[in-house]
T-cell receptor, first 111, second 112 residues
């Protein structure tokens, strides 16, 4: 099993460009999450999903959109990238209650 | 709202010694879950240990154990026989209905 995978691993964007981060999990987990982690900081929840076709806002949702069309995939979109969105993005998945399993992260730089 | 507090931004320990990382949380629930995660320089988040609040026995995973004090809302992590590979950021987390609430983390340095 691959666990949780994220695509791409690195990306550089110019201000105003758009992009989509893909998260995939093969553990049949119901719940999936997107976090951002800024240097020296903890994890902040952007959006999450408690099942296929559902999404919910986390702590810092502004400037991001998500979709969960298939149970195994959770997409994070940036419509118009800003330098403040430079960060490392982590995806995670879990059963309904319990520990989350994390992907390796995507380092995004917006210039 | 539930909150998780890690009051030690940095800690250090010598190899083979024991270190304890502190975590406190605030909740009005009686049944809940608590976790410790490790983030080494590779950035990969790794689950270290999990505690279910209804279990009075403290969880243990090899050299890692917790001191769970429910009344005091305290959930500290003890690392015994510290190894160089234990150097990492450690995050305490509380399960809140459908998501985890993370603390701000403690950076652990291990000296030879």
């Amino acid at each position: 099993n691959a666990g949780v995978t994220q695509t791409p691993k690195f990306r550089v964007l110019k201000t105003g460009q758009s992009m989509t981060l893909l998260c995939a999990q093969d553990m049949n987990h119901e719940y999936m999450y997107w976090y951002r982690q800024d240097p020296g900081m903890g994890l902040r929840l952007i959006h999450y999903s408690v099942g296929e076709g559902t999404t919910a806002k986390g702590e810092v949702p502004d400037g991001y959109n998500v979709s969960r069309l298939k149970k195994q995939n959770f997409l994070l979109g940036l419509e118009s990238a800003a330098p403040s969105q430079t960060s490392v993005y982590f995806c995670a998945s879990s059963w309904q209650v319990g520990e989350q399993y994390f992907g390796p992260g995507t380092r995004l730089t917006v210039t | 709202a539930q909150t998780v507090t890690q009051s030690q931004p940095e800690m250090s320990v010598q190899e083979a010694e024991t270190v304890t990382l502190s975590c406190t949380y605030d909740t009005s629930e009686s049944d809940y879950y608590l976790f410790w995660y490790k983030q080494p320089p590779s950035r990969q988040m790794i689950l270290v240990i999990r505690q279910e609040a209804y279990k009075q026995q403290n969880a243990t995973e090899n050299r890692f154990s917790v001191n769970f004090q429910k009344a005091a809302k305290s959930f500290s992590l003890k690392i015994s026989d510290s190894q160089l590979g234990d150097a990492a950021m450690y995050f305490c987390a509380y399960w809140d209905t459908d998501k985890l609430i993370f603390g701000t983390g403690t950076r652990l340095q291990v000296f030879p």
